[in-house]
Structures are given as structure tokens and as C-alpha cells.
């Protein structure tokens, strides 16, 4: 299906967030477009409350395009992760694709979504992971 000149391709993505260790503070998702913004400067981010074992957000008209995804779960709601002295996270974390990092977060290329003209809707499941 391709896009009408009055109509722009748009798709709805929801992200159900899975595996929350706990209900304190909140859980926050970020999309980013791009390898040099990713982890940075997300393009739209959504923040809930961590209110159960799962949430989902639902983020509307997105353009097409690639995008990589990450969730933090701020649970002392200081809008960062935390890390112990040696750089090791103590809040949760996940990425797209369920991926991770050997030695820190994986790259946007790894974690990338290709939302296709042809796409109405996407969704997709993220696995939170605590270290």
C-alpha cells in the first residue's frame, strides 16, 4: 500500500514493557531516530507508572522510518540510571529487540525497528533486565 499525498504514512507503536521487578517509581521509554541521538535525545518518550509486573505505551503517528527503542525503570524518579561505583545499572533497563550490550548498552543498529510505509500498527514486547 502506498501513501496517498494527502494522506502521510503514520503507524501506532505500543511498547508493552514486561519482567518489572516492582510498583516504585516510574517506568520510561524512549524512541530514537537516529545512531548519534540514540540514548541522548530521544524523538518522543513516554513515561508511566510502575504499577504492576508489565505496562504498555502507546506512542501515535509515528513517521516511517528506523528507530531504536530503550527503557528505563526510574524507580527513585530522578529521570536517570543509576549505576553502582563500577558503571553497573541498579535500575532496570531494556532495548528493542531484547538486546544487550557486552560492556554497556548495545548499539542503535542492533536495537533498530524498521517501521515500513505499509505498517498501520507495531507491537512489540520489551523484557526489562536488572543487573
Known sequence: MACSA???CQTKLQVTVTNIKNAKGHIIVG???SDEKF????VEGRTADANGD???VVFEN???GKY???VLHDSNKNQDLDKNKLGIPKEGFGFSNN???AMGPPSFERALIDLKPEMKDLDIDIKMKYM
Do not use: R
Open 6 to 8: 494527502s494522506a502521510l
Open 31 to 33: 524512541i530514537f531516530d
Open 39 to 42: 540514548l541522548k535525545e530521544p
Open 54 to 56: 508489565s505496562i504498555t
Open 62 to 64: 509515528l513517521k516511517p
Open 68 to 70: 531504536a527503542i530503550s
Open 99 to 101: 538486546v544487550s550490550g
